[in-house]
């Protein structure tokens, strides 16, 4: 049986948290004054919300990874691995598809339109630049399942001389194409994650002694790097993955039982909540609603109905098929 840790559990509800509250608003904002507040927000969750995402889904797949005998062992776990998301992934696409393609036709309140049946080969070979690009760190989390234990089988296991090898993406050429230019970036989280779930005591050591000297740095460049300094960016992505998971091992003891269940429902969060998000913003804009005026009222609702949504529908909906219910566990 794996061993649930409550601080990673937290850490995966905070991040997919700040993910929902960074999709309320996709490319245009609501007309009217004063959505600077909103933007300043968002910028800032993005400077490190998604190394964060890719450390823990690291340190989850190396606590519970193991190197088999053979090649072939390696690629059926990785196979095994990866099919428990792209099926997900490719059914919500479709109907990200299907329900722009429908919406479009009588609303301008649908972001990223689409064009035809064409744009569905984009969610193969092009998710960062597809008309569901919000799914993308599936598609990379899948990828990254067969490219881990092959990576690890060629440098004969010295997991360490994939920190460099993933740092050396960094200064590579950008390209959409298998959303080469996020796993260039985010790889190396993922190997960082993946060692610290190997070594899970020495982690939980450091940690314990790290997290509020990184928590305080963290939140000093943060604001920097929303306002697009790069190196205050990378400090706050690198600073996130020790200051958070830190604070929340360092708070266990805490009633924090919004984050706990936000964790467990993680992936069906991520999956579903720019759909529903996108259903709000349908009804505030016909109702009149769409209006900086009224968004901090809306941003409430979008962020309950996402979160709230998603698990309605994991708990009460999903067990009713239980196919679909398997590919989102």
């Known amino acids: 049986m794996k061993q649930r840790f409550s601080y990673i559990d937290r850490t995966k509800g905070l991040a997919i948290l700040l993910v929902v509250l960074g999709h309320l608003i996709a490319r245009e904002t609501p007309p009217g004054p004063e959505i600077e507040w909103y933007?300043?927000?968002?910028?800032?969750?993005?400077?490190?919300?998604?190394?964060?995402?890719?450390?823990v889904s690291g340190l989850v797949y190396g606590l519970s990874w193991r190197p088999s005998v053979t090649?072939?062992?390696?690629?059926?776990?990785?196979?095994?691995?990866?099919?428990?998301?792209?099926?997900?992934?490719?059914?919500?696409?479709?109907?990200?598809?299907?329900?722009?393609?429908?919406?479009?036709?009588?609303?301008?309140?649908?972001?990223?339109?689409?064009?035809?049946?064409?744009?569905?080969?984009?969610?193969?070979?092009?998710?960062?630049?597809?008309?569901?690009?919000?799914?993308?760190?599936?598609?990379?989390?899948?990828?990254?399942?067969?490219?881990?234990?092959?990576?690890?089988?060629?440098?004969?296991?010295?997991?360490?001389?994939?920190?460099?090898?993933?740092?050396?993406?960094?200064?590579?050429?950008?390209?959409?194409?298998?959303?080469?230019?996020?796993?260039?970036?985010?790889?190396?989280?993922?190997?960082?994650?993946?060692i610290a779930g190997r070594h899970h005591e020495v982690t939980q050591r450091w940690l314990g002694l790290c997290w509020l000297p990184a928590l305080i740095l963290f939140m000093a460049v943060v604001p920097m790097g929303a306002e697009d300094y790069e190196i205050a960016g990378w400090a706050a992505a690198a600073l996130s993955v020790i200051a958070l998971p830190g604070f929340m091992r360092a708070t266990e003891s805490w009633h924090l039982g919004v984050l706990d269940v936000l964790g467990r429902y993680t992936l069906i969060i991520y999956l579903t909540n720019t759909i529903f998000i996108g259903l709000v913003k349908v009804a505030t804009f016909?109702?009149?609603?769409?209006?900086?005026?009224?968004?901090?009222?809306?941003?409430i609702i979008m962020t309950l109905v996402a979160i709230a949504g998603a698990i309605v529908l994991k708990r009460y909906f999903l067990p009713l098929l239980p196919p679909l219910d398997r590919i989102t566990t």
């Not at 300043?40 to 919300?49: Q, S």
């Not at 696409?93 to 990223?112: C, E, R």
């Open 39 to 55: 933007l300043a927000v968002k910028d800032g969750i993005y400077t490190f919300h998604m190394p964060l995402f890719m450390a």
């Open 71 to 194: 090649t072939a062992g390696d690629l059926a776990e990785a196979q095994r691995r990866a099919m428990r998301l792209l099926p997900a992934y490719l059914l919500v696409g479709l109907a990200v598809f299907v329900g722009k393609l429908t919406f479009q036709s009588f609303t301008p309140a649908v972001d990223n339109e689409v064009d035809g049946a064409h744009e569905l080969l984009d969610l193969l070979l092009r998710p960062t630049a597809s008309f569901s690009s919000f799914l993308w760190y599936i598609y990379a989390l899948a990828v990254l399942y067969v490219a881990f234990p092959l990576a690890f089988r060629a440098l004969d296991g010295r997991i360490l001389w994939l920190l460099p090898v993933t740092m050396v993406f960094w200064w590579l050429p950008d390209s959409k194409w298998f959303a080469w230019d996020n796993l260039k970036v985010l790889s190396f989280f993922f190997v960082l994650g993946v």
């Open 286 to 299: 016909h109702l009149g609603f769409w209006h900086t005026l009224y968004f901090p009222l809306v941003a």
